[in-house]
């Protein structure tokens, strides 16, 4: 009797040893289940904060005029046109306008990343001076609107003088020779090569700061190797800032592809495509003569072409994103660690 009651206890005992488990693995499980299912919820959220505006626009840009007051039509057409992006594309001037825009761009990202590194790695390792004094007043520009500059800078470009040369010429010849050269890409490379393009000072920074944490073991031994400063930033420092310099590279593309008020100041007839679309809206004209539009089918379909539009402007950064994305992650987190 006494061993059949032992066990008769110890059988309890086990069972209860075995509920107990069972429920913590089950509130584990839950626990792991119910913090999925957040973590879902709140990436879901915020991916439809993110790409709305794009959804929006996609939406609209595909969508014909008889959509437009169908209160049943909310984001899928029912008649998918692609007309709005031939009007768009005819408006928007699309190939010379990104022809334009792509002169300008390509030399200014190339020189504006090699001088904002240049000059970051002065700011991290020369100690002169007026070092600290200089690198506030770089600090300064971060803050200054650009709106505040542009009228000097007008005048600068609008009476290019290099060097004062032609003011010297102009005491011989009674009048300075000076050049325009608005309308042309020379303001964004001169900006640029001076450390003064778009978003410059804080390009500045960020090399700075990457090139404060780079070990200076490497320039002893470049050093010792007989590499001069020069010698040494073009062969071992540049070499390991990639991280930095994609990243870079990627801001400076989609800043200089998405600014149109420098680009307004400067340009009047070869226009960038960020500038020809703020202009779309004034040239609905040019549809109306082609494809004979009354004044009410131009009231009705401008915001959809207006929205193919902006589609169009932002493809090539999304397809550069896409392709890019990788590295571009690589390159933030590598950035982030080292600066």
């Known amino acids: 009797m006494k061993v059949a009651r032992a066990i008769k206890i110890n059988y309890t005992f086990e069972k209860f040893r075995i509920t107990d488990v069972s429920k913590l693995v089950f509130k584990k499980n839950l626990f792991i289940v119910l913090k999925k299912l ?30 437009l007051f ?8 029912k008649h998918i046109t692609f007309k709005n992006f031939e009007y768009a594309n005819m408006l928007l001037s699309y190939p010379l306008a990104i022809k334009n825009t792509l002169i300008i761009l390509i030399p200014s990202v190339i020189i504006q990343t090699f001088i904002c590194m240049m000059v970051g790695y002065g700011f991290a390792r020369f100690r002169f001076a007026e070092r600290e004094l200089l690198f506030g007043i770089l600090l300064f520009t971060i803050i ?43 303001p964004f490379y001169i900006l640029n090569f001076f450390g003064m393009g778009i978003r410059s000072s804080l390009y500045i920074f960020v090399f700075r700061q990457f090139f404060r944490n780079m070990p200076v073991e490497l320039e002893e031994a470049a050093k010792i190797d007989g590499c001069g400063p020069f010698s040494t930033f073009l062969r071992i420092m540049v070499p390991n800032a990639t ?32 500038v020809m679309l703020t202009a779309l809206n004034n040239r609905m004209s040019m549809i109306q003569d082609a494809y004979g539009f009354s004044s009410d089918d131009i009231y009705l379909i401008g915001s959809n072409v207006l929205e193919a539009g902006c589609l169009m402007v932002i493809l090539p ?23």
């Not at 950064?317 to 987190?333: D, H, N």
């Open 38 to 67: 957040f973590l879902y919820t709140f990436i879901i959220c915020m991916s439809y904060i993110l790409l709305y505006p794009i959804l929006f626009l996609i939406s609209n840009a595909l969508r014909a005029k008889e959509d």
């Open 70 to 77: 169908d209160p049943s039509v909310i984001w899928i057409p």
């Open 243 to 274: 991280g930095a310099i994609i990243t870079i590279l990627l801001f400076t593309i989609v800043w200089h592809w998405n600014d149109y008020y420098v680009s307004a100041m400067f340009c009047n007839e070869n226009l960038p495509v960020s």
């Open 144 to 186: 200054v609107p650009m709106q505040t500059i542009i009228v000097p800078l007008y005048m600068k470009f609008r009476y290019f003088d290099f060097l004062y040369i032609g003011k010297l010429i102009g005491i011989f010849t009674g009048k300075p020779m000076t050049i325009n050269l608005l309308d042309t890409p020379w």
């Open 317 to 339: 950064l999304i397809i550069v994103y896409i392709i890019g994305q990788r590295y571009f992650t690589e390159s933030i987190e590598r950035t982030g660690i080292v600066g």
